[in-house]
């Protein structure tokens, strides 16, 4: 179900953030484009990080849950804001993830944690493979559809096959074997903050040298121009399923680290609200830009860890609000208004 | 005579009842600049597409270099060197005009697939984009984004895009549609410079530019051609003047 | 035997008509605005809590508890619609289904501290309260009038879009927004008059479907993915299309879920799933 292109508007869907012939600058030069904000963001990520594993052990256990999520918005941000394919249903390759390492230690004693995100990606990538074939078929609402009944469907199996997954109760006695046969998960959470960290670490430079290549930046083509793309040779519909495949492996593995290093996995890793929140989280940050959707899984961690704790209620209105006020009024999310700041001393500088 | 390049055979495509192409006959030899022209809804657009394979055909064939690609998609005809421009500007407007030749290099060289960077290749295909700007005028305008352009420079990225992909055979879609007169100068210009062993179809309404390029014209109405020849001889067939009448066509 | 197929053919009629009184309005203005209105739900759920105040707080007969809630969704549609859905026409798909989710999730926040979390029931007239025997087999009263009166709006949506200018106008728009435009439709008053339309509609089938689809505070979340999946089997645009889808998924779901409790609700992503694959416009897409 193609959209009509609305009138009067050039083919173009989502906010643009191209990392284009403009970013082999000096870092001065850096620092005042788009790369400017990405620095920035990325040096105060950096820094926080540090903190909180220096002085923050109360905090390390909601770091590793932060470090998660930023990966999981990253999976969705190369699909939804590079590629542009619009998703309602990724969390279930989140969840397959975590019930893949999940049933693995606890049905076959695949403790081992490093091979378990690998076989956790695995799983989700075919799961992709499989319904991205489908899903890539249609377009607009018929594809969110799509998305939303093959999460809706996975989520029914793992609440009727209770024997593999503990149904609604949870998967529960699940083992995780030291990291490199060396960290234990300690009840501090400082194994588990450090191995997400790096597990974050080696996604996002894998995400940015991935959307600086040629097969990066074909996908930004995609999502601009379509018709042009096919003219230009590209198989459109094979680059979009590898992309749907890479994302949901990545998403895999973000789900693969809540099982570790929570040692349970419960039936909301499936749940449509952990969708429609993984796409908050990037709109938040700022779709189309991989450091906009890392602020905005931090930011919104954070937010949801201060005030769920109040009343679910409020959670929601607050939630609401504030996605309504992005939509509204920041499209281009917290890194557009980043970027807006850095313009604003930069022509003060120059002033 | 050379073999041609491109040729279609008895091609036909109905839409229900309605034929809008009629058992065309066509052929394209090498180095040959050929002119589509016919009143409006004589399915020009239709057998561009049928050629690029947007529209699959009832029946017939396209012959792409002795190769049969009928059944082949549109990305798969382009990689064999069948390349078009569109008539109304489908560009990647928030990308730099620069940046919309480096797409086009990139699958071209095959590199789409390319899931790292590489800051040497990156240099190269630059390069290379900016010596086709070059060609076409617009290098000062390789870093704004295309939307910035005016309408008659956009036109031309259109072009540059379709020479980024080294055509054997270009499709031109009505070129100058949308410029003003007084700027068409700077597409003749550019397609007079076109490489001689291209082969060209062009599909357009200004007589003046077909007459003063075409080698060959074929005249298409309702589906089906209607004549074929050279400029002369379309000039001064009568069927296609009482076509034409009123539309003033003369060289 | 033939006493289980009666009872899943009746169940299952009563569950489509609940689906297809409360998405139809949907499928409107998708096909109408191009807006994927994801907090669709939540205008329904603002109709049940309508019925049900009006029933047990205010003590108002069911028969004006209905119509109350059409006019109020109504209203409350059309300034939603004038005051923020408006800007977000010709917005990309991301930001119009993001900025319905913030409608839906404020809504549920609201309707919890308005009026708890725990299910709402309205009160039905006793009319509707007892049995009715058809072919020897007693039927709730009430799934007969949930039948009747999604037949009936059918009915009413066919005069309105097939018979008076306000639909023609529809029609025109839906099919060529541009064209109507030209010819002096006025399409800004007739986006917030559908949008109205479809809101009420849907404010009218929360009320009427509580037996079926129970009101709580998520009902607009938990149910969105079956009004989602009527309007797209369905087709954007029409009205008779998610009629039609609604019956096959509301029979199918009840007929799986009564012969094979175990994998019942199976049956209905299955169902979508080949359907929107086999007819990716869905059964009667105006759009394509």
């Keep these: ?351 | ?251 | 035997m033939i006493t289980a197929a009666l009872t899943i053919l009746f169940h299952g009629l009563a569950f489509a008509m609940v689906l297809y009184i409360v998405s139809v309005g949907l499928g409107i203005t998708m096909g109408l605005m191009n807006f994927a209105n994801l907090a669709h739900g939540a205008f329904a759920a603002a109709g049940g809590y309508v019925v049900v105040m009006a029933t047990r707080s205010l003590g108002l007969p069911f028969w004006v508890a209905l119509p109350a809630a059409f006019v109020t969704v109504a209203l409350a549609g059309a300034v939603v619609e004038r005051l923020v859905v408006r800007t977000l026409y010709g917005a990309d798909e991301l930001r119009q289904v993001l900025f319905s989710i913030a409608l839906l999730f404020m809504a549920i926040a609201g309707f919890t501290l308005a009026f708890g979390p725990l299910q709402q029931q309205p009160e039905i007239p006793a009319a509707l309260s007892g049995q009715v025997t058809l072919g020897g087999i007693d039927f709730p009263a009430y799934r007969a009038f949930v039948i009747v009166a999604g037949v009936a709006i059918l009915a009413a949506l066919w005069l309105l879009i097939g018979r008076t200018r306000m639909g023609m106008r529809i029609r025109a728009a839906v099919d060529n927004r541009n064209m109507a435009e030209a010819v002096g439709v006025d399409t800004r008053m007739l986006f917030t008059l559908t949008f109205a339309l479809g809101t009420g509609i849907a404010g009218l089938g929360g009320g009427i479907g509580a037996d079926v689809l129970s009101i709580t505070p998520t009902y607009g979340q938990e149910y969105l993915v079956l009004f989602l999946i009527v309007v797209a089997v369905g087709g954007l645009g029409s009205i008779f299309g998610p009629f039609l889808a609604a019956l096959c998924i509301g029979v199918v779901d009840v007929a799986g879920k009564y012969l094979i409790p175990e994998f019942g609700a199976f049956f209905i992503y299955g169902v979508v799933i080949a359907i929107l694959l086999a007819k990716p416009a869905g059964f009667f897409g105006v759009r394509s």
Excluded: C
Excluded at chain 2, 15 to 41: K, M, W, Y
Excluded at chain 2, 58 to 84: M, N, P, Q, Y
């Design chain 2, 1 to 251: 005579m050379s073999a041609p390049i491109l040729e279609t055979r008895a091609l036909q495509k109905n839409f229900g009842a309605l034929t809008v192409a009629q058992n065309i006959d066509f052929s394209l030899e090498p180095g040959t600049f050929e002119a589509l022209i016919g009143p409006n809804g004589a399915g020009k657009s239709t057998f561009v597409n049928l050629l690029t394979g947007l529209v699959q055909p009832t029946s017939g064939s396209v012959i792409l270099d002795g190769e049969d690609v009928t059944a082949l998609s549109i990305e798969a005809r382009v990689k064999r060197g069948l390349v078009r421009t569109f008539q109304i500007n489908t560009l990647f407007n928030s990308l730099t005009v620069a940046e919309n030749v480096i797409l086009a290099l990139d699958e071209f060289h095959g590199q789409g697939w390319r899931p790292l960077p590489s800051p040497s290749r990156r240099r190269l295909i630059r390069d290379e984009a900016y010596e086709i700007l070059g060609r076409l005028g617009l290098d000062p305008w390789g870093n704004r984004e295309v939307r910035e352009l005016p309408y008659g420079r956009q036109r031309l990225v259109e072009i540059a895009i379709a020479l980024a992909l080294r055509p054997k055979v270009l499709l031109l879609d009505e070129p100058a549609a949308g410029i003003p007169s007084t700027e068409t100068g700077t597409v003749i210009e550019v397609l007079e410079n076109l490489a001689s062993n291209l082969a060209v179809l062009i599909i357009e309404h200004d007589m003046d530019l077909v007459f003063r390029f075409a080698q060959r014209i074929t005249v298409l109405v309702q589906g089906a051609v209607l004549a074929r020849g050279t400029p002369d001889e379309i000039a001064n067939n009568e069927t296609v003047k009482s076509v034409y009448l009123g539309e003033g066509i003369h060289a």
């Design chain 1, 1 to 351: 179900m193609a959209r009509p292109i609305p009138r009067n508007e050039p083919v173009k869907s989502l906010s643009v953030s191209y990392q284009g012939a403009a970013a082999s600058s000096t870092w001065r030069g850096l620092a005042m484009g788009r790369g400017g904000s990405d620095l920035v963001i990325a040096v105060l990520l950096g820094l926080a990080a540090l903190a909180t594993l220096l002085f923050g052990e109360a905090y390390w256990l909601l770091a590793a849950q932060v470090a998660i999520t930023m990966i999981f918005a990253l999976s969705v941000d190369l699909l939804v804001g590079f590629a542009g394919i619009v998703t309602l249903g990724h969390a279930v390759f989140f969840g397959l993830g975590a019930y893949a390492v999940g049933i693995a230690s606890v049905q076959f004693g695949w403790t081992e944690p490093l091979s378990a995100l690998l076989l956790a990606g695995a799983v989700s990538a075919l799961l992709g493979a499989a319904t991205g074939v489908l899903v890539l078929r249609t377009r607009g609402l018929g594809q969110l559809m799509l998305t939303m009944a093959f999460a809706s469907l996975v989520y029914e199996i793992a609440n009727r096959a209770k024997p593999l997954t503990g149904g609604a109760d949870g998967l529960q006695g699940m083992v995780v074997s030291p990291v490199a046969g060396l960290f234990e998960f300690d009840i501090f959470g400082l194994t588990a903050f450090v191995y997400t960290l790096a597990v974050l670490i080696v996604v996002v430079i894998f995400a940015v040298l991935m959307t600086r290549s040629p097969y990066g930046r074909s996908l930004v083509g995609i999502r601009e121009n379509r018709v042009r793309m096919q003219a230009i040779g590209t198989g459109v519909q094979r680059r979009l399923l590898s992309i749907y495949i890479v994302s949901a492996a990545l998403a895999g593995i973000a789900g693969a680290l809540l099982a570790q290093t929570s040692q349970f996995v419960g039936l909301n890793v499936l749940h449509f609200s952990l969708s429609g929140e993984i796409l908050i989280i990037v709109a938040l940050g700022g779709a189309g830009r991989l450091w906009g959707a890392l602020l905005g899984a931090v930011v919104f961690t954070l937010f949801k860890d201060r005030l769920s704790a109040l009343d679910p209620a409020y959670w929601y209105f607050w939630l609401g609000l504030l996605l309504a006020v992005i939509v509204l009024f920041a499209p281009k999310g917290l890194i557009g208004l980043v970027d807006r700041l850095l313009a604003l001393f930069r022509s003060k500088e120059a002033a």
